[in-house]
């Protein structure tokens, strides 16, 4: 029975805080709330379209969509137990709330894009699609969740504008010499620059993303070197004075200053302050004086050692800044080429533009007013997202309208994200929305777990947490001391084993005892009547879900990891995406391999063992074949003709998704591999998904599936699979199963240096160590806050990862100190008894399985004809190779024979070539490249020569050097090497064609970059 309040008692505006423990029925009560602001004849404003459900995950929103429509269905048939529970939240007889819920079900199906149940970003998104053309953007923009790759694509284009010189050039040039002199005695030398720049800058975005201000620029590097100069010269003042004093130096202390003398500052000043100068003060009186003098330069010096730190830990960071400033330019082209949007450009464009003023404007354009919000897992919240929902809100409780706000500090394990739970306790204190004070009705009954199950978790956070010491945290976020009750049905039942395993000098044994563990529990479990899909083991990390699939895998036993739901971990995606590679790359040898060894080419031809493939590709090896596939269709040409002729054909120019599935036909997979048939649908559902975005290359989609992000290729699993669930804690989050193993072990929790702060000014990023607080009293306190929210973090992921089972939970702990979390909180005890046979939950019945059909005859499509695309660049080239074509030999000074071959050109061309004159000549100069245009005694040149092939076929040679013995082969490019394996293919085939042409002679080839100005020879 639902605790809400009959809607003839509500009261509006109102908000309602629901603080819910795990297994309270969040989700529930949310429903409940949803259906009876639908079915209610007194509640304003509460139409479909009025109503908006807020979740975090879209897995969330579908599974309260889920809820809403199967309960408003079953009171639509007259189920009695529901339409009784309604009958307690709407003032409506029996059959009225039948009728009224058979016409909601009716109007959802009918206008589904009203039911306004959504993830925050997409609510969110809406707004901004809504508020488009105030806010500069288009309406039909394409929303994008990482960054990652436009600051790729923004950086890649950013140098390739790069020239010696440029105002770019000489910043980049800055930014190093910045980045090189912050990072003094932190590491070795940067060997990449630009590696670091690019990591540094996605980091910084992603955290700025969070931020309605923008970041704060500063000057310190300046300051930085003025003070390493004074401290040097103050140790070096100071340390003779040490060595004549008479004194008792401290021996930490004389070699500090000894370090700092031979000028290293940073790794002194960033140690800690120094805790003692002299072992004792001399009782001679004449020791004052020499003490005074001696304070009169160390007092100084520590307060720059002090100014030292605060300088650095404010202005590390500013480099990237800079270089987040200055390719935001380019971030912003990019996305206006592609028409996209990042949900962190969303959420700080409403954050700058949403106020009282603009909210009935808003709600305008999205054609109905939100009069009420109902919010899932609150504390998950970020305050970028709070700050754009704040005015929303205050505009529906200005109207008649109510907040409803269910969340749990305790279950706050997502803020890596942005997520602050401290702003669902800022409003169960009342600290929002003075006008509607909030009613705080808290949900106390554990529906989820058994009792005994109930009362570990209670000792977990209230005995052995305070016993601990770790009581404050526990208090912050509200662990300590909770309680919850259980249903009747549950009381005296349930199980709970903990094992403490002390990790020895060997610390594979400890693992091996938590294997050993964690597959005996396994075995125990289902020979009491309990499926491997009762089953769910949780640890916190992936290496460590990746770690127990190994013992899973090697004893035998189905399970389900992020890993295996995954397809690009399966064997069959993993070869028919080094296929597409090598129709993307023919030179790319290790695919085309990778491939023909595989179990796709054995289903298909068996007559092509392993042995075989291993054969040829040894006798290739052997011989230094130069090209793998052309030696393959040399020696098997009736399977290449079958396989891959037309394949090779087609790939370039037929779309992406007819590429793949001419793959799928011309194998047969659907057919060859049906054991596969999950994952071959669901990689083409990514390559369905990739072209939505407006993407149709192969190569990017290449690139897209190296991407980590997993979510995109994993596939959707029934609750019912008969597999253990390995996951992290993080992916558990909200689930529940009848079984749960934790697997935990004592980990030193991760460490960034990064803090931001929001001050008035805007963003700051600051550098906080471990030690810097004992020179700075401020910097002290960041990095303790920090240090606190990290243990509020991992005390929350424990108590998330004890709350997910219904009936059993094991857990075991590999720890080296008792006193370090997670093994200080955990009682080495049993809790019940395990359950003599297992209690069998009832699942609703599956839908019956319908075979679906494919198709797998291929579609005889000719292929498009090359066309030649980027024309202003396809035209800057063939002035460039006009030009060059022009200068037959240079034996005197470059800009002569630069002008010589302007001269020689059609008027047309002159002063298009005049505008590439500097850089053709700056090419020139270049040592392998100028080689080529020596004059040489018996050496002949021919530019632009046209050569036949054995086919009849006429190409194009840029130029040709013919000398005695050697004939050299040069082709010159423009622009960016992105393609040069296609080039070297191009050149080869070249050469190839010389070499029957000239038989006695030496054949070579040579690629000249004219902007990257280098010369590459091919072999």
């Given amino acids: ?104 079900v009716q109007q959802i199906l009918r206008h589904y894009s009203d039911f306004n149940v959504r993830t925050i970003d997409s609510f969110l998104t809406t707004v901004f699609k809504a508020s488009a053309m105030e806010l500069g953007v288009q309406p039909n923009v394409e929303l ?92 070096r003042t100071l340390r003779p004075m040490l060595e004549a004093s008479s004194l008792l130096i401290n021996a930490h202390f004389s070699k500090e200053v000894e370090r700092l003398a031979a000028g290293d500052v940073f790794a002194v000043a960033t140690k800690g302050k120094t805790k003692k100068y002299f072992n004792k003060f001399s009782d001679d009186a004449g020791a004052a004086p020499e003490l005074q003098k001696l304070f009169a330069v160390i007092r100084p010096m520590e307060r720059d050692l002090a100014e030292y730190v605060t300088v650095y830990a404010h202005t590390y960071y500013q480099p990237f800044v800079q270089a987040v400033k200055l390719i935001g330019r380019t971030i912003r082209e ?50 970028i997202q709070w700050k754009n929902l704040t005015p929303l809100i205050e505009e529906a409780l200005a109207k008649t309208g109510s907040l409803f706000a269910v969340g749990d500090t305790k279950q706050s394990i997502y803020g890596f994200r942005g997520a602050d739970w401290h702003i669902f306790r800022d409003l169960i204190d009342g600290r929002y929305f003075p006008s509607a004070p909030a009613a705080v009705l808290p949900l106390t009954t554990n529906y989820r777990s058994a009792q005994a199950l109930v009362d570990f978790v209670k000792d977990v956070f209230s005995v052995n947490i305070a016993a601990a010491g770790f009581e404050e945290y526990a208090k912050a976020s509200g662990l300590y001391n909770f309680a919850q009750e259980v249903p009747p049905a549950e009381q005296g039942k349930g199980y709970v084993d903990v094992q403490l395993i002390q990790k020895s000098e060997e610390e594979e044994e400890g693992s091996d005892l938590q294997r050993d563990y964690v597959l005996g529990t396994i075995r125990d479990c289902c020979a009491r009547g309990y499926s491997y899909g009762d089953i769910a083991i949780l640890t916190p990390a992936n290496a460590d879900v990746v770690e127990i699939s190994s013992w899973l895998n090697n004893a035998r036993i189905p399970f389900l990891s992020l890993s295996t739901l995954d397809i690009r971990k399966r064997t069959v995606i993993g070869e028919v995406i080094a296929l597409l590679r090598f129709l993307d790359s023919p030179v790319d040898e290790l695919s085309f391999m990778t491939f023909l060894s595989g179990s796709i080419m054995a289903k298909n031809a068996p007559v092509l063992t392993r042995d075989h493939i291993r054969e040829f590709a040894a006798e290739c090896r052997t011989a230094r074949t130069r090209s793998l596939y052309r030696a393959f269709r040399d020696r098997y040409p009736e399977e290449w003709e079958r396989y ?96 749960v193993i934790v697997s935990l072990r004592e980990k030193r929790p991760p460490h960034s240096a990064m803090v931001m702060k929001e001050t008035e000014q805007g963003v700051a990023v600051l550098r906080v160590g471990r030690t810097y607080g004992e ?71 599956g839908l019956p399985l319908v075979r679906p059909l494919y198709r797998t005859e291929p579609v005889t499509v000719p292929a498009a004809k090359h066309q030649r695309i980027g024309v202003a660049e396809t035209h800057r080239g063939d002035v460039v190779h006009e030009l060059l074509s022009h200068i037959t030999f240079i034996g005197g000074p470059l800009n002569e024979a630069v002008q010589a071959a302007i001269a020689a050109l059609p008027v047309r061309l002159a002063d ?50 013919i000398d005695p ?55």
């Avoid at 199967?70 to 009784?84: C, F, N, P, Y």
């Avoid at 009282?356 to 899932?376: C, N, Q, S, T």
């Avoid at 424990?798 to 979390?821: F, P």
Wanted: hydrophobic share 40%.
């Fill in 1 to 104: 029975m639902s605790f809400l309040p009959n809607d003839t008692t509500l009261q509006f505006p109102h908000v309602f805080v629901i603080p819910a423990s795990a297994g309270s029925g969040k989700t529930y009560t949310l429903a409940h709330r949803y259906v009876q602001f639908l079915l209610s004849g007194t509640i304003p404003s509460a139409g479909l379209r009025n109503i908006l459900a807020i979740t975090f995950t879209k897995l969330a929103a579908k599974e309260m969509k889920e809820r809403i429509i199967a309960l408003l269905k079953k009171a639509a048939l007259g189920e009695s137990g529901t339409v009784q529970e309604l009958q307690s939240l709407v003032d409506l007889p029996k059959e009225e709330i039948i009728r009224r819920s058979e016409h909601l």
């Fill in 144 to 235: 994008q969740f990482d960054h990652d790759a436009i600051i790729g694509q923004a950086f890649r284009q950013y140098s390739q504008n790069l020239r010696e010189g440029s105002d770019e050039a000489r910043f980049i040039d800055d930014l190093v010499r910045l980045i090189e002199s912050n990072d003094t005695g932190t590491g070795g030398y940067l060997w990449n620059p630009f590696t670091k720049i690019v990591r540094e800058v996605r980091q910084l975005q992603r955290q700025f993303g969070r931020y309605a201000q923008e970041p704060v620029s500063l000057e310190g590097s300046g300051r930085l070197q003025e003070l390493e100069t004074r401290i040097r010269e103050q140790a």
């Fill in 334 to 383: 990019v996305k206006l080429l592609e028409g996209t949007v990042v949900i962190d450009d969303v959420n700080r464009s409403l954050a700058n533009y949403l106020s009282d003023d603009v909210v009935p404007e808003v709600y305008l354009k999205l054609g109905e007013r939100i009069a009420h919000f109902m919010i899932d897992e609150f504390q998950d919240t970020s305050p």
């Fill in 644 to 739: 891959f002729d037309r394949l090779f054909s087609l790939a370039g120019y037929m779309p992406l998704y007819d590429i793949v599935s001419e793959v799928y036909k011309t194998f047969r997979l659907f057919e060859r591999c049906a054991e596969e048939e999950s994952a071959l649908v669901k990689l083409l559902e990514c390559v369905k998904q990739f072209e939505q975005q407006g993407n149709n290359s192969l190569k990017d989609f290449l690139v897209f599936s190296s991407d980590e992000g997993a979510d995109a290729w994993s596939i959707d699993v029934p609750s019912s699979v008969h597999a253990v669930r390995v996951m992290t804690v993080h992916k558990a989050k909200g689930l529940g199963f009848p079984v």
């Fill in 775 to 845: 020179r700075n009293e401020t910097l002290g306190s960041i990095y303790e806050e920090k240090q606190r929210e990290q243990v509020i973090d991992e005390l929350n992921k424990i108590y998330v990862a004890l709350t997910r089972a219904r009936k059993e939970m094991y857990v075991s702990v590999i720890y080296k100190k008792q006193e370090n979390l997670p093994a200080a909180i955990l009682p080495a005890r049993r809790y019940g008894s395990p359950y003599a046979a297992a209690e069998k939950e009832r699942r609703p019945a």
């Fill in 912 to 961: 298009e070539t005049a505008a590439e004159s500097a850089a053709v000549q700056d090419f020139l100069a270049v040592p392998e490249v100028l080689i080529h245009f020596e004059r040489k005694e018996g050496r002949r040149v021919l530019c632009e020569q046209d050569i036949a092939a054995k086919s009849g076929r006429l190409f194009r040679m840029d130029r040709v050097i």
């Fill in 965 to 1019: 013995d050697t004939v050299t082969v040069v082709d010159f490019k423009t622009g960016s090497d992105e393609h040069h394996s296609e080039y070297e293919e191009q050149v080869r085939n070249y050469m190839a064609m010389l070499q029957e042409i000239y038989p006695g002679r030496n054949v070579q080839g040579a690629l000249l970059y004219v902007d990257l100005k280098k010369g590459v020879p091919v072999r």
